[in-house]
């Protein structure tokens, strides 16, 4: 079992930047893959990043391509993703996951954190 708490979202103007984190329990984090998605109010939960078991293997949509990125400390347990040149359509609530391969889908992850809300205004 692993738990998963998100942090770090909020309310930030349109080119900004915010860094999400989400905190990890168990043991064995690190053979985890990690992802993250989100969700706008009306539409389907989108993939936006993930990370295998080191920084060098990641995948990123490519509306977030170039402006975000994924990485994860094992040794803190925790998984991060750092979103530069912010947009009115990053708003979401946004959500990290557990599974065990690196996937775009959501059905590949077991464990889901409770989300953290994202708004970019214009």
């Known amino acids: 079992q692993v738990q998963l708490v998100e942090s770090g979202g909020g309310l930030v103007q349109a080119g900004g930047s915010l860094r999400l984190s989400c905190a990890a329990s168990g043991r064995t984090f690190s053979s985890y893959a990690m992802?993250?998605?989100?969700?706008?109010?009306?539409?389907?939960?989108?993939?936006?990043?993930?990370?295998?078991?080191?920084?060098?293997?990641?995948?990123?949509?490519?509306?977030v391509k170039g402006r975000f990125t994924i990485s994860r400390d094992n040794a803190k347990n925790t998984v991060y993703l750092q979103m530069n040149s912010l947009k009115p359509e990053d708003t979401a609530v946004y959500y990290c996951a557990a599974g065990g391969l690196k996937s775009m889908s959501p059905s590949a992850y077991m464990y889901w954190g409770q989300g953290t809300q994202v708004t970019v205004s214009s």
Not at 35 to 63: L, N
């Open 35 to 63: 992802g993250w998605f989100r969700q706008a109010p009306g539409k389907e939960r989108e993939f936006v990043a993930a990370v295998m078991w080191s920084d060098i293997d990641t995948i990123y949509a490519d509306s």
